[in-house]
């Protein structure tokens, strides 16, 4: 029988089941990445290589056509019959966060766990460096004015006959092959952007995921809905500081009494840091304790509940032929943005 400790679970803690967690994770993501790079060379060049199949899990990484699908469903158009599973994820990560805090990027995101390797490599190496308040605010804006700019053209400005087009369109039918050749063959502008950012952060803490990351801007903002809160007991609390150490968001975690924030990613490694029982707790409006490892137990559930929901109901895998993919990917370079 599983014993679910406030803290430890098959004897590993928080901190160690976060990282086991966003490694798996992290394993898998690659895997998915090598086999839709192979069924891109089958698509593109069928003589010269063997046949893989697509996964749909890559999709994972089209959360802007996500985003268009989403709306059009709302409108009342149907799910997305191209990219559902890309559909499937981003419904997934929302619920998450309404949930369960920014549970999907502090436990499932294979991007914040590339993060918190160059996190861990920075600190150990001595690189790494504390932004100033009056730097560190204003970058922080960033990925909320991103979020703004992506919310403007399609949730604003975009009505239905528009997403439809685009749904629609050639461009994002090989979106996924688009976004695989970005990162293949990228631009001299585009390379210099990414090595700027992969250099960054091993010198900044969580630079891309802090300052950056439009995704997690819109799961912060829908964060703030959730009903768990890490709650702060001032009377025991020492001001030893050292929740704010470990906490990968950078929360003043000491100046609160509740940490509600947009940053917060539901890691509730500043619950295993704190040396006061009962200092820092995981609350929510009807129980003023929870145990911690409930949240990311419910967070892995509700994810693959979605996923395990998607299959049964044929929302997973693309209605698209694979013939059809094979002629488009064969067209990547004439195919522009709508």
Partial sequence: MIQLSDDKIFGLKISQLRFLCQSLFAIFITYVGWQFYSFYLWA?????NAFVPSPA???AFLPIGALVSLKRLILGAEFDTIHPAGLTIFIAAILISLFLRKGFCGWICPIGFSSNLAER????????????NWIDLPLLTIKYLLLGFFSYLILWQMDLKELTDFHHSPYNLISDAKMLHFFLQPSVLAGSIMLGIILLSFVIRNFW???LCPYGALLGIAALLSPLQ??????SCTSCKKCEKI??????????????????IGCLECIQACPVDDCLTLASPCKPKIKPLLLPAIVLGLFFLCYLVARLTGHWNSEIPIEVFQRYYQMIGDIGHP
């Fill in 121 to 132: 490599f920075g600190k150990k190496t001595g690189i790494m460096v504390s932004l100033p």
């Fill in 57 to 59: 899990a890559v999709e």
């Fill in 44 to 48: 593109i060049a069928p003589a010269d």
């Fill in 230 to 235: 890490v709650r702060r007991d001032p009377e």
């Fill in 209 to 211: 995921c802090r300052h």
């Fill in 247 to 264: 906490c990968p968001a950078t929360i003043h975690i000491t100046r609160r009494k509740t940490v509600r924030t947009c940053e917060c």
